[in-house]
């Protein structure tokens, strides 16, 4: 006899026999009834129609019968909360049951009713159950403070149960202790600043105490605990340790995990000269191992962390390579961090397995591993420099396996090879040559195309190979024809007589036929640093690149040390810390690791954050100037800033450095002064082709990057609106929009007689209005408008006319008029068709203005669902003449700063902070300041117009 | 803290649901299951998936997806090792743990669910104090129920939870006292193409099977305490005395349980009890290829390999297999590309083989992949670390219960690359 049979229905209708059923007299028969209701339940059947029924069971002295009719409360008193009432009283009386297990079952269901009503009759019954004097019974009331603060927070302080919740810390059991704590950090969770645990070195004995006798879960929320403590001393520290080591030895991976955070983190306050601090390295690996031969969704969280600690402690795991080898019938995200933590663990020691290890996995099955694994040979490369030659020849040895991905991952990464070790293993060039033909991956073209560029002297067909490339060049991706533009530059730069045809060709390709604006001011930077100097364009584009390192791929130091601290958690699975990504951000407060004490030397771990960074230190005010001059410096599209030196960063001079680095310093030199503010750009149908021409003043006017961009693709215009409705004009309907474009702005507008007689004699005129719009030209119909036809003219404007302030500010007053009357509209037109194409402000400036303006003219706004990335915001508002005048990364979160200009000169400046929302939504939130804030409102809405259409 | 725990089966029906705190709509899981999609095997799905409000943290075991649903930060090994404990409970609770099963003891799941977690927080996850509380379902339980209307509900409160001994109960009885150990160890090893052993390590464990009346204290000692210096253990060993005296002393809960795990991985330590010599090779001009295997003994002590099976992922390009094994049994499944062969014991004086040829696509170039030989055997009476238990005391109790000790070791993940 099985539940199944609580699953079949008649066809009567369920509810209505349950309903029957539940009203029995004969108690088997109710219980029976109860039974298939929690089992419709449990499968999501709907079966809330039969709470009253339900509840009359719960008077009873049937254990079973009571607990089903308590699950089935939980579930339902929400949807029901005036019936849940009726339970109440219930309630109350169990709570008072001289059998301990009911009392407990009472207080744990009460709260978990998540109805406001209840609650006030909860608290009497659960201060009664937080003294009780059996320990079961207060440790179940302990929890339901937690669900009573999670239903109504301000009730749970105001009866004080928070520090009845503390003195429990102190009670005698540890199982209470261990739920009190596990309370109070869930309370604790959602109010960051309440300092509910507030550990002292008492409260820190009692909890190590409990640690020995709780149950493993227990334990772990005591661990986590006991993690956010700060030892006053390495005493203090080493004593906390000696008492935690044991938990390495628990069964309960959670536990492990636990302890080994704690550990992690109080050992940064240990001299590293102390025995002690070597043992506990010891201790520290072989728990850690043991994490690996668990299920693999164990594994999976452990190797997260473990690659933290390896970042972290490198010394813990080095050697322990070998339990990191992938086992073929792993699942795929366990076998790809193994593979990520056997780089980092790679030395030259352990180099030689590693390889053969590696170029085992390269002829597995699975195509994303495969490719990982190669990657990991070119890693393991530019880690270990000793082994560079024979990660090439494995690498070598894979080519010639001829498997099209295995290839074309291969020359990816030997690309970085060469880039780390120039000019030592161009032997191979010849065999990558080879297979130019089999790629097909961007990538891997993009790597080949930059390696016969980089090499052009030595490979005495680069003309032609490079020259095969570009018949297909507008099928290319960006991404291949960037590098082939550069490719080619390079290559004419070397070989100046024989390749002049060829890079013509691709700067007609790249700035001409091009709609990709990254491409084509690619294109005409070449093109003017050509034409200009030749010289200089040498040491521009053939400049020493940087080698890089495998830095590139480690965690930032201050983002490890915080994650350190949340070993165990999401944040470590993520690697990003829970301010990044945990639901509302509430207040999270930023860890980070203990300062290492005065009685050990100073010199270790520069790395650690002071303890002065304030917690919640927000970031939405303009960081001081410093702060925001060493984050400029690290853009790679900036030109270095010459301020005052700063010895924190260095300028970045990667190989997209043909963008910014020299490039400026070379048109500083200008005598036109490019980028001027007053500068407008020709169409671009005004370039002229031919290369090496004397330069003309047409010819530099079209380097005006910032401008041109916006200029060709011109804003964004709304669809046209009805602004005058037949019925109100006599038969003419005129709707509209606006346009800016070219740095002019015009009234699209369309005209269509709806009357039954011809319209003539059309004029148009504006009444005064805040920007001084008026037309530039008086409005032309030419030939007279018959019944039913419509007309579509646009009408130029500028922006001389006479000014009056409007209410609202961009409101337009309109007359038309024909042959038959005289007619009035008003309109209010976007901003954005006022925002001039110079409206790029020079960062030192920006920051300066910013600085400049009074607070109270910030105004601030929120964007919700932009359904961009921060790129795509940018390039969108760009085209809008909303220019980005610096980027950073915060935590995560892109920040743009802005600046555009009215046709009235006013600056508005704009900080965009751009959150990661819904999968492909961001939520932006604009902080403007201007010195004539009215406008602001208005900017807003043109930002929300442009990014949202 | 956990939230709510949904049960989706392998074609990607919930067919159960619980919530802890308030109801979180299933439609939550139509994020595990773009996951589910995206990942070609249901092993691949991984196990920590982001939703826009919540995680999903998963465990597949029995063919079915445990998956919690988590809000706030919460530790994500605590909630993967409870679900396995929840596994561990249903197993333990009806013998096995399968979608069928859950379905026709869905109020007993239910309520043992229920007091397993409270809001999220983990109650009472100890088989011996759940089956206090709820007692498994049995055919004769049931009939009792029937007839005198009694209850699977306990209504005692479970006496170990409070007690310093949290995993016994009090007041156990039994007729015939006895304790049983099982020593099995694992041997977890990938051998490379040449056959030398790239990585080989141990994990061993100590079931025990303990029915003592009272509250016995047992110690266990062993002959070479030396090898375990990488172990975990059961909540009731007392770890002060096993550092200092390297003696496994404890109140053993009552019932099956296992007393400690562990982990030898020096490589020198590890004896390999059977070799596989292969011979696989294509040709790049014929549509044929050659297979020969053969496995012996290796260093197994003069015990028997028994309970041996072969079984091997075949390159893609394998269309069918022609065979013949010197014992036992084998198959090709042309689609999965898995051959299979239960060679069932070693005879050292007539080594098992496998051999035949291949039938490749014709045409296509040899394939690029090389298969690996994944290996299962078995030796009783043997752990292979050479771990020996000396002997086995108890203190407490009056009585003289029967003690018994047996070995085995298995093969793990047992690999043999070609």
Known sequence: MTDSKYFTTTKKGEIFELKAELNSDKKEKKKEAVKKVIASMTVGKDVSALFPDVVNCMQTDNLELKKLVYLYLMNYAKSQPDMAIMAVNTFVKDCEDPNPLIRALAVRTMGCIRVDKITEYLCEPLRKCLKDEDPYVRKTAAVCVAKLHDINAQLVEDQGFLDTLKDLISDSNPMVVANAVAALSEIAESHPSSNLLDLNPQSINKLLTALNECTEWGQIFILDCLANYTPKDDREAQSICERVTPRLSHANSAVVLSAVKVLMKFMEMLSKDLDYYGTLLKKLAPPLVTLLSAEPELQYVALRNINLIVQKRPEILKHEMKVFFVKYNDPIYVKLEKLDIMIRLASQANIAQVLAELKEYATEVDVDFVRKAVRAIGRCAIKVE???????????????????YVVQEAIVVIKDIFRKYPNKYESVIATLCENLDSLDEPEARAAMIWIVGEYAERIDNADELLESFLEGFHDESTQVQL???????????????????????????????????????RGYIYWRLLSTDPVAAKEVVLAEKPLISEETDLIEPTLLDELICYIG?????????????????????????????????SAESPETAPAGAPPGEQLDVIPTQGDLL???????LGPPVSGPPLATSSVQMGAVDLLGGGLDSLMGDEPEGIGAPNFVAPPAAAVPTNLGAPMGSGLSDLFDLTSSVGTLSGSYVAPKAVWLPAMKAKGLEISGTFTRQVGSIAMDLQLTNKALQVMTDFAIQFNRNSFGLAPAAPLQVHAPLSPNQTVEISLPLNTVGSVMKMEPLNNL????????????????????????????????MFLATWKDIPNENEAQFQIRDCPLNAEAVSSRLQSSNIFTVAKRNVEGQDMLYQSLKLTNGIWVLAELRIQPGNTSFTDLELSLKCRAPEVSQ??????ETILKN | MIHSLFLINSSGDIFLEKHWKSVVSRSVCDYFFEAQERATEAENVPPVIPTPHHYLLSVYRHKIFFVAVIQTEVPPLFVIEFLHRVVDTFQDYFGVCSEPVIKDNVVVVYEVLEEMLDNGFPLATESNILKELIKPPTILRTVVNTITGSTNVGDQLPTGQLSVVPWRRTGVKYTNNEAYFDVIEEIDAIIDKSGSTITAEIQGVIDACVKLTGMPDLTLSFM???????????????F???????????????????????????????????????????????????????????????????????ASQMPRGVLNMSLTPSQGTHAFDPVTKMLSWDVGKINPQKLPSLKGTMSLQAGASKPDENPTINLQFKIQQLAISGLKVNRLDMYGEKYKPFKGIKYMTKAGKFQVRT
Not at chain 1, 390 to 402: G, M, P
Not at chain 1, 576 to 591: D, I, Y
Not at chain 2, 226 to 235: G, K
């Open chain 1, 386 to 404: 000793q082994s560079a030659e024979r990660c090439v020849s494995t690498l070598l040895d894979l080519i010639q396996t001829k498997v099209n």
């Open chain 2, 240 to 310: 002060k005395r096993w550092e200092s005296e390297r003696i496994l002393s404890f109140i053993p809960p009552d019932g099956n349980f296992r007393l400690l795990s562990y982990h030898v991985s020096a490589q020198n330590l590890v004896a390999i009890p059977v070799y596989v010599k292969h011979s696989i090779s294509f040709r790049d001009s014929s549509s044929l290829g050659r297979f020969e295997i053969t496995v012996g003994p290796k260093q197994t002590m003069g015990k028997t390999v028994e309970g041996v099976t072969v």
């Open chain 1, 630 to 636: 060493g984050d400029l410096l690290n853009l790679d």
């Open chain 1, 569 to 601: 958690t999401l944040a470590s699975v993520y690697h990003k810390p829970p301010s990044a990504f945990v639901e509302g951000g509430r207040g999270v407060v930023h860890k980070s690791l203990p300062p290492r004490t005065a009685s050990s030397e």
């Open chain 1, 483 to 521: 590098q082939l533009l550069t490719a080619i530059v390079k290559l004419f730069l070397k070989k100046p007589t024989e390749t002049q045809e060829l890079v013509q060709q691709v700067l007609s390709l790249a700035t001409q036929d091009s709609d990709n604006p990254d491409l084509r001011d």
């Open chain 2, 224 to 238: 070479n305490p030396r090898l375990l210096d990488d172990v975990s253990f059961h909540p009731c060993v007392r």
């Open chain 1, 938 to 943: 208005h900017v807003y809405q043109a930002y």
């Open chain 1, 813 to 844: 007053q309109v007359a038309v008029k024909n042959n038959i009357d005289v007619f009035y509209f008003s309109t209010l037109y976007p901003l954005h068709i006022l925002f001039v194409e110079d409206g790029k402000m020079d960062r030192q």
